[in-house]
């Protein structure tokens, strides 16, 4: 296998249908062209990606596994400075209570943006509604397509420049969100035929030691199936204390690059930042418990 050419699976993509640049289509047929053995697609708080990709000609040699990213509130005693994300795998792509939650968080989504507009106005940034909607596809509006805007407009030089001085928390422009209880987003995989997975735990108050041990232990028994041990930001101690964890609270693994195409240019298909490597063996107990789970 050539270096372009390096099996593995990525369990953690977004497309136009949120904050990515390549569509459902492109991203089926990226995986396949660089050899990747199984994808997920993971977008922020809606279905609709997975639900193209379910509708588009499966390259050859390559699994699919329909997800979603749901931006959550921490556990009652835990703060996490903003969302808690739980990846939510192999889910009914049209199961009506999730679909109600998620379009819940989209109508968020899109009445925070004029708020954020707003502020960047006062403080001297004009940008209008019209230039956030040439860069969104198909998905819904989201701080990353403002930071887009602002590069061409040439107010910053890239994403996390827009990010540090203007969008983050505690920045002149930002503005709080919405976001749905833990425990909710938890109940709304599970009875929608899917496995609720803590994403990027490294970013996480508190996710590069074991003091992260607390938390994991009241989402499982809130109803958390996974963690996410391998991804683009983790280094290997990181990766290590995550598995051990995995073992510790009976916990699947999984993986993957947080793949966002040009707006994150540095974080490849498959490779995160050129040494992530996801093994088809997590991808074989996800699907396993997947059957497990729709079969209960």
Known sequence: MDSNHFGG???????????????????????AA??????????????????NALNCPLPDHLRFIPGVEISTQAPEGFST????????YGVDVHNGLLQ?????????????IPKILERLNRIGIPIRMDQILKHIG??????????????????????DEAFDRYLAKGRPAYVDKYRIECRVALELIRQAGGIPVLAHPFLLPGGKTRDLA???????ELGLMGIEAYYSEHPPESVALYLDLARQFDLLVT??????????????LGRGRGDLHVPFSLYESLVSKIAQQKGD
């Not at 699976?9 to 995986?31: F, K, M, V, Y």
């Not at 607390?214 to 499982?220: E, N, S």
């Open 34 to 51: 660089i050899g990747l053995q199984a994808v997920s697609i993971t977008d922020h708080d809606t279905l609709e990606g997975s639900r």
């Open 138 to 159: 198909q998905g819904s509006p989201g701080r990353p397509h403002i930071a887009r805007v602002m590069i061409d407009m040439g107010t910053v030089q890239d994403i």
């Open 255 to 268: 993986g993957g690059s947080d793949f966002h195409g040009d707006l994150s240019p540095a974080i490849k």
């Open 214 to 220: 607390a938390m994991i232990a009241t989402l499982r």
């Open 9 to 31: 699976i990525d369990l953690h993509i977004h497309t136009t249908a949120s904050d990515g640049t390549c569509t459902p289509s492109e991203i089926l047929q990226r995986a």
């Open 81 to 88: 400075g903003g969302s808690l994300h739980i990846l939510g």
């Open 100 to 112: 109600e939650a998620l379009a819940r968080l989209q109508q968020a989504r899109e009445m925070r």
